[in-house]
């Protein structure tokens, strides 16, 4: 009986060190101060529906009683002008919030790119020889498919009848994969994208 192989042949992907990308300083740095942003841009939007709340007249959230208490502690009722606030709001999400996290992103972005393709490029090696050996086994599939198509051929030609109970076929799930004709089967294009990076 054919037994499978207990040990992988590959490297454990789980083996490779990748750190993650936010422990990078730089990367780190302005992740944080993009969510600093963020955080601050939440404030503002609250502090305008507050103020719009008080252009329409809404009455507070909290009760007169609290708000009393809040009062004899030294408290005050606020008196600004509501169409300068919410102006003020409008000037600082829109002129300076906004756009400074559209640029923050950007730069971020950008940064993410760039270790992307570091990190990529120190793994490279260890994922090329994984797409050889893909292709090795795509090799030894179709020359288990020819030997197998062979035997029933030969039996066939000799008079015999093929018992596929007891000579089982390869899959038709994996003929795209052994199929040499140009241009017209998986392996065929996978086979070229390999030549075109020199892994083959």
Excluded at 147 to 163: F, S
Aim: proline residues 5%; hydrophobic residues 45%; aromatic residues 6%.
């Amino acid at each position: 009986m054919l037994k499978t192989k207990s040990a992988p042949r590959l490297l454990d992907p789980n083996g490779l060190a990748i750190e993650r990308i936010d422990d990078e300083p730089g990367y780190a740095a302005l992740l944080e101060e993009l969510r600093g942003l963020e955080q601050r841009l939440k404030g503002t939007e609250a502090r305008r529906k507050r103020a719009k709340l008080r252009a329409a007249g809404g009455k507070p959230a909290r009760s007169v009683v609290d708000r009393a208490t809040d009062l004899v502690r030294g408290g005050e009722v606020p008196g600004f002008d509501v169409a300068a606030e919410i102006n003020a709001c409008h000037q600082e999400q829109f002129e300076i919030l906004a756009p400074a996290i559209r640029e923050l992103t950007i730069r971020l972005d950008g940064r993410r790119q760039d270790l992307s393709l570091a990190a990529c490029e120190r793994v490279q090696a260890q994922h090329y020889a994984a797409l050889l050996a893909a292709f090795r086994a795509i090799e030894d599939l179709r020359s288990a498919f020819e030997v197998t198509a062979g035997i029933a051929a030969r039996l066939t030609a000799a008079g015999y009848t093929v018992r596929h109970d007891l000579l089982p076929g390869i899959p038709p799930g994996l003929w795209l994969w052994v199929q040499s004709i140009f241009g017209t089967s998986p392996a065929w294009f996978f086979e070229q994208e390999l030549k075109k990076r020199g892994i083959i």
